[in-house]
């Protein structure tokens, strides 16, 4: 009996040292998970916000080309591609002048935070909010400043376009259809502010 009841006990030691040993593994799994994807999220933007302005003129416009491949258009429908062309051209100027604006502002943001005085100044002032209020108040104004530009951009796009595509066969419509909802949806300009 005294061997039954050692077994017991040897067994229940054991089964509560595995359930302590996974709930600490689940705490170390909730602290330390998101904070390295937040890490590896960062990098990523950093990494696809490091682009210059001509880098990002690049990207523009191999899309574009490759916009125009995609249409295949008709020697008719090409004589409408040159006010398109110039367009997205143009469009994407003002996006990659906004995004490196972003990120100027984001970096002397983030200088003047990290100033000592800046510092001092906070710790001693119990009123002025932390870092991350006041940034999240610069992002909320920056997005809104960005979607404004955007709405902008695609009324002038739409205005562009409207010639081409009512010359478009609903094959080349669809294509059409398929390019817009990547190329707005695809990049978030105000993610690289962040």
């Known amino acids: 009996m005294d061997k039954i009841g050692s077994r017991a006990r040897q067994k ?5 040292r595995a ?78 002048d906004r995004m490196l604006k972003l990120r100027e502002q984001r970096a002397a943001a983030m200088r003047e935070a990290q100033r000592p005085d800046a510092k001092e100044g906070k710790a001693q002032d119990d009123k002025v909010p932390d870092d991350q209020d006041w940034t999240t108040i610069d992002d909320m104004r920056m997005q809104a400043d960005t979607l404004s530009a955007r709405a902008d951009d ?21 294509r059409f259809g398929d390019f817009v909802s990547h190329y707005f949806g695809d990049e978030r300009e105000n993610g690289c502010h962040r």
């Open 12 to 16: 229940h030691l054991a089964m509560r």
């Open 19 to 96: 359930l302590i040993a996974c709930a600490i593994m689940m705490v170390c799994a909730v602290v330390i998970l998101p904070s390295s994807s937040v890490a590896y999220d960062r990098r990523d933007r950093d990494e696809m916000c490091g682009r210059t302005a001509n880098q990002i003129m690049d990207v523009a416009d191999a899309r574009i080309a490759r916009f125009k491949a995609v249409l295949r258009l008709t020697p008719d429908q090409g004589k409408n591609w040159g006010a398109v062309q110039t367009a997205l051209h143009d469009m994407a100027q003002r996006r990659a």
């Open 154 to 174: 695609l009324r002038k796009i739409a205005d562009a376009t409207a010639p081409l595509y009512d010359s478009l066969d609903s094959s080349q419509r669809r």
